[in-house]
């Protein structure tokens, strides 16, 4: 079994900062990509960033810049820190894991970035 479990979330004004932290835990015993989603009710849950073992990465044009995604692979641990929050960067964000042959989601954790 596996456990991805999200932390970091909140309420922040317009201009702050989040860092936001997901572990997984279980039978992983290799992470190939770890990254960041986010959905907002009546869109798409669209891709944030990703990240491979090895330190590549991707963003999506509308975070990149503002957005650093990170991993401890040591902890089996992403992280997204996210600077100049817009009032359109509200989601809910989904931790994923991807493994040679599996796909895994955290719980979600709510972003709330008030103007």
């Known amino acids: 079994q596996v456990q991805l479990v999200e932390s970091g979330g909140g309420l922040v004004q317009a201009g702050g900062s989040l860092r936001l932290s997901c572990a997984a835990s279980?039978?992983?015993?290799?992470?190939?990509?770890m990254g960041w989603y986010r959905h907002v009710p009546g869109k798409q849950r669209d891709l944030v960033a990703t990240a491979t073992r090895g330190g590549d990465t991707v963003y999506a044009g509308t975070v990149k810049g503002r957005f650093t995604i990170s991993r401890d692979n040591a902890k089996n641990t992403v992280y997204l820190q996210m600077n100049s929050l817009k009032p359109e960067d509200t989601a809910v964000y989904y931790c994923n894991v991807e493994t040679q042959y599996n796909t895994y989601w955290g719980q979600g954790t709510q972003v709330t970035v008030s103007s």
């Open positions: 279980g039978t992983i015993f290799s992470i190939h990509n």
